[in-house]
């Protein structure tokens, strides 16, 4: 496995990255398909449809796994709860917990609406319950990017403490945006 998939192996039982873009795709791509279906042409709400259904099962898988891999940081990461973006974990999980159960609720109105054939009398009031999906969605997928672009959550520690390490020390490599050579 290490082998062949060395970025998997590098994630250390922890596959909520592995499965995240899934729920983000399908809900901004359900949008993107029930506007075409409201503007353009019903037969987009058929893609639509499916794609909030996939998010959805994609959003109630993933969700678990956030949650196994906030414990798993908060077990591995030596600064426990002083660490740097500790924060943002909770505000992540609360914005993507909002975001599958709105998911969910729209999926079982979708249900309703396409059961009983109304879809053209509530194809509005859809197309606003997936814009605001998507608005979670982005809100959420934002402070997850935060918590591993800028704080460095679910990194290695170890890999966290060798380039802090090396940090102090000179290498002759810096680089310097204007093309330059270090001063």
């Keep these: 496995m290490e082998t062949m998939f060395p970025g998997m192996a590098a994630l250390q039982n922890n596959i909520h990255p592995l499965l995240i873009h899934f729920p983000i795709a399908f809900f901004l791509g359900a949008l ?39 414990n798993l940081v908060a077990a591995t990461d030596p600064r426990g709860h002083n660490a740097p973006g500790h924060d943002f974990i909770h505000i992540h999980r609360n914005w993507m917990v909002a975001t599958t159960a709105l998911g969910v609720l729209l999926t079982g109105y979708l249900i309703w609406i396409n059961k009983k054939g109304k879809w053209a009398s509530h194809r509005w009031g ?17 402070r997850g990017g935060r918590l591993v672009f800028e704080f460095g959550t679910g990194v290695n520690p170890a890999v966290i403490k060798a380039a802090f390490q090396e940090s102090g020390e000179d290498h002759g490599n810096e680089h310097r945006s204007d093309g330059g050579k270090p001063i």
């Excluded at 449809?49 to 898988?61: A, D, R």
């Excluded at 859809?126 to 934002?142: E, H, T, Y």
């Design 32 to 70: 993107a398909m029930e506007g075409l279906a409201v503007l353009r042409d019903e037969k987009f709400h058929l893609v639509a449809t499916w794609m909030l259904y996939l998010g959805t099962l994609s959003g109630l898988v993933a969700l678990p796994t956030g949650f196994i891999a906030a």
């Design 126 to 142: 859809f197309l606003l319950g997936l814009v605001v999906l998507s608005a979670l969605v982005a809100l959420g997928a934002d």
